[in-house]
């Protein structure tokens, strides 16, 4: 069962807090349907271009977005550990994509993916969250 990231997970308290900064939270995202194609936004702040994975598996999309970590000598005192952990997005998509023709750029903040739809499938796509 997985928790709700702002609800604390009762083993938190006795783990080491270096190991939370290892979990992923998952980013603010849109779909939007175009004719053509299916738009991905995602929002990522402080992370540029070169930190970011896209993977692709079957009809899964991946995103890995890794966050600078300064290191800050009062982290536990600001309770920083969720704000610095990095992202992670998992979208089944479907096979109606070709998710191996996506084109992806980032700018201010937002990760912009566009999936061409396969010749023939022009309806209506939902992206689903896959935990």
């Known amino acids: 069962m997985r928790m709700h990231p702002i609800i ?4 938190l308290h006795h783990s080491d807090p270096v190991d939370s900064l290892l979990e992923f939270r998952q980013p603010q995202f ?3 349907d175009l004719p053509h194609a299916l738009k991905i936004e995602i929002c990522i702040p402080g992370v540029d271009a070169a930190a970011v994975e896209i993977t692709t ?3 899964d999309l991946v995103v890995v977005a890794h966050k600078p970590h300064p290191v800050r000598v009062n982290w536990q005192a600001l309770h ?3 704000a610095q952990r990095d992202y992670q997005l998992n979208l089944r998509l479907g096979h109606g994509l070709n998710l191996s023709n996506l084109t992806a750029e980032i700018a201010s903040g937002v990760l912009t993916i566009i999936v061409p739809k396969r010749h023939g499938f022009t309806h209506h796509h ?3 969250f896959v935990a």
């Open 57 to 59: 598996r079957g009809p």
């Open 80 to 82: 920083l550990e969720a």
């Open 30 to 32: 849109e779909c939007t």
């Open 126 to 128: 939902t992206a689903r």
């Open 8 to 11: 604390p997970s009762p083993n």
